[in-house]
């Protein structure tokens, strides 16, 4: 025998034992311990499963006689040996994971049943016909999960048996017909194996086993932990229960309940059963459960006895259980209990509650809550009934939770004219880029038939709130012919669909919406969130209609205001293109003149949505070109209104355009070569403050240079500011303190901090271009091979999504550190994507950083995220 244990009894192991005995067996393990009716059994622990892979997928011969052993200790507490043909000892024979994923593996019932077995559980019964029903579902199930026949095959002889008698249900064959079935499912395994149905319960046993650890590798399973990141290295445990029968019956059953309602919260029994079934029938939709309050009316003892127990529970555990049961001739027993799945509006409400109750303390409550989940609260949804009805026709990544729906229009032009004249309006483009920006702040949601989840499309949807589908690869989009084909089906400008941007379904047609409310719960649960957190969380905001639905969110600044969004107003476009193509510092001037009004009025809303809080302004950072039309009827325009001829023009966007647009003129050097303009944007800026600075005296500008890799770089632009910062000083007769900084966004940057931080106020990390130049990824490019990345096990985390702590965050440090050494005082921050992703927050609680800033839908995610670092980090 192997010195190492693998296997534990039930009466061996605790609820703290999750690691090594997944949850399904910590749970029956303390269920047992504190006195409830579990069937016994034992558990093979999730070191097992491990070990089952690097022995080549076999159960090796030490692991077979502990399991021996372990069957010896059950028989014992049961009265019955597994193999006796008079009295045979059945077992389930069940998955279970440290972290719970239900549904996603596979589970044998009825195991130990042959031939000779069956006789003696229907004479010792006194009921053949139970004892056939469970004889036929174990051969189903056992051929279907432990060998991989299609369980096809079994229900088409089980519907054609149905057929044959005349009647509906599986519960209306008599035990003539289930014998006669079950030497048909025989005749199925044998013509698909070339073998006979096995007949050694060991033989079966361990088949099982091996079927449930394979499992944990099945593709439902990596979809699942990939969904949810979980990691593939935990294994599942395997738990070997003595059978109970809700099948034997009008007075058996079997059922499924949570403390709790799931969807709402609300403190109430939920739950379904069904009388002469076994766990798998509830499920299978086959038959109507009927709701667990009925069982009062059927077994009032049981029911009784059940309640009490489902309130022992939910005190011991201190959380809405999901519990299976089976109630075999009147007695009642517990199969499973977990933590049960729920909504977020379910989650918060639980939460809350339980604080209320004394259950829980505020700490525990934020820790019950997932981040994520609060999309859910957030944004609009499709009514769940609306849902059932409506034809789903494609599927994309979903890329910015909500819902939407409303007329299709494959342009930004149209689309903003179409919503002018009050249509609801859905922009579908190839991808999108900057120069739509109008069409989708006008669009109730966004369609592209390429990019990712950080796409131009998804990283601008997120900021604004709006749904969006990415990546939509069924989607074939026509921007010239202003048509979309999805299989055969052509869609034509006009026609509407309806998008899921939480599950990336495009859908035929309207569907209705239900607005999200955000009082109640929910703000308790914030309060307690605000009360723990140490870390602020800003907001990336480029409008004050953004910046108020940031604030209304709970955002404590503004981390990311990014001007080169106000440009592209269809109002201010054209003054911008003519500073663009000026050939004169003057002409240049001359447009930026126009410009500066503009901005300036921007600030001021901005300033006054934020109420004095902080404001971190970006200068202009996309290189020149992406302002400039591509169309010959558009630049001709531009020429007539500058009295300047179409090659000219032409030409002139020629030698703007660049090979590598993310690497070439931008940033911090267009200040350095067009100074003029960081000079206006500077005056804007302090301008407006200096209005809004009587209505809010301790507002204080932070002005953020773009795309500094060099102190020198920083040096020359902040020269040019502060030198017209005081001219307006000056001009005005007052002053007011700001402060100057930069995004670390160049690898550069990041190992130069001490450098740069002689000249920079505050450093906010702009992680999407650190992530891109850090790896050399282009965040647009790269979504055609990183899937292969992950799917090759190269990466367990996606680069454009969480922090690569180990590559990307080790930059980060370097530049906290390095910065800190040369101004102590330093302000530290972080706005790119990243700024929304619970672990990315965690990670810069902490380094130490003063905020992180996200669009304003992710503000109450990264709030709970931080609460949640505080927690950990005192555990």
């Not at 009490?308 to 519990?323: F, G, K, P, R, V």
Request: aromatic letters at 8%; proline letters at 4%; one cysteine or more.
């Amino acid at each position: 025998m192997s010195e190492k244990k693998y296997v534990y009894d039930f009466n061996e192991g605790d609820m703290n034992m999750r690691s090594l005995l997944g949850g399904k067996g910590a749970n029956l393990a303390e269920m047992t311990n504190i006195g409830l009716p579990v069937p016994q059994g034992f558990t093979i622990s999730t070191e097992a499963c491990l070990r089952f892979y690097d022995e080549d997928k076999k159960l090796w011969p030490d692991l077979l006689l502990e399991i021996d052993k372990h069957l010896e200790n059950v028989e014992k507490l049961q009265g019955k040996k597994f193999s006796d043909p008079q009295d045979p000892l059945l077992f389930s024979v069940r998955s279970g994971a440290a972290i719970s994923m239900p549904g996603m593996m596979d589970t044998i019932l009825n195991l130990g049943l042959n031939d000779e077995t069956v006789k003696g559980l229907a004479r010792t019964t006194n009921n053949e016909r139970f004892a056939y029903d469970s004889y036929r579902r174990f051969i189903q199930m056992f051929s279907d999960v432990a060998i991989g026949i299609p369980k096809a095959l079994f229900d088409a002889k089980l519907d054609g048996m149905k057929e044959e008698k005349g009647v509906k249900n599986d519960t209306d064959l008599n035990a003539e017909d289930l014998k006669n079935l079950v030497e048909q499912f025989k005749k199925v395994y044998k013509e698909e194996m070339k073998e006979d149905f096995p007949q050694e319960p060991k033989v079966q046993l361990q088949k099982a086993v091996e079927a449930v650890f394979s499992s944990w590798n099945n593709n439902r399973a990596k979809v699942y932990r990939k969904l949810n990141n979980i990691s593939d290295s935990l294994g599942t445990a395997v738990n070997v229960q003595s059978m109970v029968f809700g099948n034997k019956g009008a007075t058996s059953g079997t059922g499924v309940a949570f403390t709790r309602n799931p969807a709402t919260g609300e403190n109430k029994l939920f739950g379904e059963f069904l009388m002469n079934a076994q766990g798998e029938d509830v499920v299978a939709g086959i038959r109507t459960p009927e709701s667990i309050d009925k069982l009062k009316e059927i077994n009032e003892d049981a029911y009784n006895q059940f309640v009490e127990a489902t309130h022992t529970l939910e005190n011991h555990y201190h959380d809405m259980q999901d519990i299976e049961f089976t109630i075999e001739e009147g007695r009642l027993f517990f199969l499973q209990t977990r933590n049960g799945k729920r909504t977020a509006e379910a989650a918060v409400k639980v939460a809350v509650d339980q604080v209320k109750e004394g259950l829980i303390d505020k700490k525990e409550a934020i820790m019950r809550v997932e981040p994520k989940q609060l999309d859910q609260l957030l944004h609009p949804a499709f009514k769940a009934d609306a849902l059932k009805k409506a034809v789903s026709v494609a599927k994309g990544l979903p890329a910015s939770p909500g819902a939407g729906s409303g007329k299709i229009y494959f342009n930004a032009e149209d689309a903003v004219a179409a919503a002018k004249s009050g249509q609801k309006v859905l922009l579908v483009r190839q991808e999108t880029s900057p120069e739509d920006i109008e069409g989708m702040i006008s669009a109730e949601g966004i369609l592209t038939a390429r990019g990712g989840m950080t796409s131009h499309a998804a990283v601008v949807a997120r900021g604004m709130g709006k749904c969006c589908v990415a990546g939509c690869s069924e989607a074939r989009v026509d921007e010239i012919s202003k048509t979309m084909r999805i299989g055969e089906k052509v869609y034509k400008q006009g026609d509407v669909l309806s998008l899921d941007g939480s599950t990336g379904s495009v859908y035929d047609g309207e569907v209705a919406k239900a607005e999200p409310e955000l009082t109640g719960d929910f703000g308790q649960f914030m309060d307690y969130v605000n009360e723990i957190k140490k870390l602020g969380v800003y907001t990336n905001a480029d409008t004050p209609r953004d910046a108020k639905q940031a604030v209304k969110f709970g955002a404590e600044g503004i981390g990311l205001c990014r001007t080169e969004h106000m440009f592209f107003d269809e109002k201010r476009i054209p003054a911008v293109r003519r500073m663009i193509l000026s050939k004169s510092v003057d002409e240049r001037k001359k447009a930026l003149a126009e410009i500066l009004p503009m901005q300036k009025e921007d600030f001021i809303g901005i300033y006054q949505a934020m109420e004095g809080r902080p404001v971190v302004i970006r200068l202009l950072d996309p290189p020149l070109h992406e302002f400039l039309p591509k169309e010959e009827k558009d630049l001709k325009a531009i020429g007539e209104s500058m009295g300047i001829s179409y090659d000219d023009v032409r030409d002139r966007v020629l030698e703007l355009a660049e090979f590598n647009p993310m690497l070439g003129h931008r940033g911090c050097r267009l200040g350095i070569t067009y100074p003029e303009i960081s000079r206006m944007q500077a005056r804007a800026i302090i301008e407006a403050a200096l209005e809004v600075k009587k209505q809010y005296p301790v507002l204080k500008p932070e002005i953020m240079v773009p795309l500094v890799g060099h102190v020198n770089e920083l040096k020359y632009v902040k020269k040019q500011m502060v030198d017209e910062i005081n001219k307006v000083f000056e001009e005005k007769g007052e002053k007011i303190d700001y402060l100057i900084g930069t995004m670390i966004e160049v690898p550069r940057a990041a190992i130069t901090a001490d450098e740069i931080a002689k000249e920079a106020e505050f450093f906010s990390f702009g992680t999407n271009d650190l992530t891109q130049m850090g790896f050399g990824f282009s965040r647009d490019d790269s979504s055609k091979f990183l899937a292969d990345y992950e799917s090759k096990n190269i990466f367990d985390f996606k680069p454009f999504e969480t922090i690569d702590q180990e590559g990307i965050g080790k930059l980060m440090k370097m530049a906290v550190d390095y910065g800190k050494q040369t101004r102590p005082d330093i302000i530290l921050g972080i706005c790119g994507e990243h700024g929304g992703d619970p672990a990315t927050v965690e990670f810069c609680h902490k380094l130490g950083l003063n905020y992180v800033s996200c669009s304003p839908f992710r503000v109450p995610i990264a709030r709970l995220a931080a609460a949640q670092a505080v927690v950990k980090e005192s555990k």
